[in-house]
């Protein structure tokens, strides 16, 4: 382990060095800030432990060799080069559980020669710890998370981040949250919790920003049986470092004070409703009222253990918000259908990206780290800073036989800005295809369609096809062999392009 956090701090000195000498000040800012969240990560990673030495530890790791061949670096049909590209890997998996407290450390770092001012350090981390400081009332969490995403949503962007289009950046983030919790006998339980989020972009295209967020809730305890309620008030306040692309002041206060009631009228429904007034301070295009009440009832339906259907419908400040999430499991099917509207900001929507799933859609646990190429998520938003109304709608069905499994996607959000005059819409469907022809052999493809659109008919459709073979070598070693085609067709913005790309891979797991 401490091989392990020595060749870290190494490296990322190594890298700030050699970044530093050569960027702006603001970017130097950056890398400093990006330094302070590697402090922070150390000294949770060296505290949690001290809690968790008579626990149980697992852990794993590996590291993938690779090389990449693309005709079009660039991303660009005027300007096409190809280049051999040259990738390291290391990945970690790690995980404790004690008595008061436990963590989990999931993470892959890429290493490349992309060059022409591309990225060549790639963190992809996730990584969260709790511990019990006070028996049964004082408690800390945190978390710590980093991912490579997109710059400008409508400018050329590959799969992945080894190309030149000078598209993509490195988003930081940390989190602590303290919290008391008191339990009213068997009437209440009371918490109080406060949380300092840090989100830090490498170089100067997005804007850094911290959000402080204080939550007070009182649970209804089982004295209440059938009939639960809930007490809620919370208060958040977002800073922006700078203005951001667009130049407005993305700085936004928000507070809410709320009460929720539900009733079970027997094992498969429940009804639930909940009141409250809300308070927002933030920059509108056409100066409407933010503050103002808002409600929402729903009911939930639970006729079997594999079936749930969640609906409901609200109003708040910004229009109505109808949502619903219905999933139904099966041994050979899983279905799940997502819709909503809501209001968020590009800063969330940049942290919600699902970096390694630790299950398939049927709940069977997986490896959330293979040898394919780490690729960009999906959690498109604006350019720059702000508030705006996400409609979100999310369905997949997956079909699972004997030694193939078959998924079918789609994913829409239409995104209106309150505090601008814009709005997005971002829509991928596609197709993911696994079968294992052996046992030591499978291969894995994937079809999508990604549309991006905004009001200033900036406009353009990628196809995107991906095959890969699988080979396991030994116990410990596999080889991947990877071809993928992208087709990029814009209008206005940005530019039409076409690459094939070659990958081959091997991963040594230790």
């Known amino acids: 382990m401490a091989m392990v956090m020595g060749m870290g701090i190494v490296m990322g000195q190594v890298e700030q060095g050699w970044v530093a000498a050569r960027m702006n000040n603001s970017t130097r800012v950056s890398l400093c800030k990006i330094s302070h969240v590697a402090s922070i990560a150390m000294v949770v990673m060296l505290a949690v432990p001290y809690s968790l030495n008579a626990g149980e530890w697992k852990s794993k790791g590996s590291i993938t060799f690779g090389e990449i061949y693309t005709d079009n670096v660039e991303l660009d049909d005027d300007n096409k080069e190809s280049k051999f590209i040259s990738v390291v890997r290391p990945t970690i998996e790690l995980e404790g559980k004690g008595r008061r407290a436990e963590m989990s450390l999931v993470g892959a770092f890429e290493f490349n020669n992309v060059g022409g001012g591309a990225d ?17 009332f004082f408690f800390v969490e945190g978390d710590i998370y ?29 989190s602590i949250s ?14 109080v919790r406060y949380t300092y989020d840090d989100q830090i972009n490498k170089g100067d295209e997005l804007s850094d920003s911290v959000r402080k967020m204080s939550v007070v809730t009182l649970n209804s305890g089982p004295d209440f049986g059938v009939l639960s309620w809930t007490l809620r008030a919370d208060h958040q306040k977002t800073e922006f470092d700078g203005d951001g692309f667009m130049n407005q002041d993305g700085d936004n206060e928000r507070s809410t004070a709320s009460v929720r009631l539900g009733y079970a009228l027997d094992r498969k429904w429940q009804l639930n409703g909940t009141l409250g007034q809300e308070w927002n301070n933030f920059q509108t295009f056409d100066d409407d009222n933010t503050d103002g009440d808002f409600w929402d009832v729903g009911l939930v339906w639970t006729p079997n253990r594999r079936t749930t259907f969640d609906f409901g419908y609200g109003k708040h400040f910004f229009g109505t918000t109808p949502r619903f999430k219905f999933s139904h499991t099966t041994r050979r099917t899983s279905l799940a259908v997502n819709y909503s509207r809501s209001i968020t900001d590009t800063r969330s929507e940049r942290r919600a990206a699902s970096l390694f ?17 780490l690729f960009l998520t999906d959690n498109l938003t604006f350019r720059d800073q702000g508030i705006f109304v996400n409609e979100l709608f999310d369905a997949s069905l997956t079909l699972k036989g004997k030694r193939s499994d078959l998924t079918f996607f789609v994913r829409e959000s239409k995104q209106l800005r309150e505090d601008i005059d814009s709005d997005a819409k971002f829509t991928s469907t ?9 046992s030591k052999i499978s291969v894995t493809s994937r079809l999508s ?5 905004n009001r200033a008919t900036s406009e353009s459709e990628i196809t995107r096809f991906y095959l890969s073979l699988d080979r396991q070598l030994g116990p410990k ?21 076409k690459e094939n790309r070659l990958n081959l891979g091997l991963t040594i797991d230790f």
């Not at 400018?155 to 000078?166: F, K, Y």
């Not at 303290?178 to 918490?191: E, G, I, M, S, T």
């Not at 596609?430 to 052996?438: C, D, H, P, T």
């Not at 369609?449 to 659109?453: C, N, V």
């Open 120 to 136: 060549s350090f790639n963190p992809r981390v996730r990584g969260d710890g709790a511990v019990e400081l006070l028996e049964d």
């Open 178 to 191: 303290p919290y008391l919790v008191h339990r009213f006998a068997r009437f209440a339980d009371l918490q």
């Open 430 to 438: 596609g197709i993911r295809f696994n079968r294992k022809l052996s």
């Open 449 to 453: 369609l990604d549309e991006r659109e």
């Open 477 to 497: 070693t596999s080889v991947t062999l990877g071809y993928s085609f992208s087709d990029r067709d814009a209008d206005g913005f940005g530019r039409d392009y």
């Open 146 to 174: 980093s991912n490579q995403t997109l710059i400008d949503p409508f400018a050329a962007s590959g799969s992945t981040q080894l190309n030149r289009s000078d598209n993509v950046t490195t988003t930081y983030d940390y």
């Open 357 to 373: 799933p630790g299950e398939d859609p049927f709940g069977d646990l997986i490896d959330p780290i293979t040898g394919e190429p």
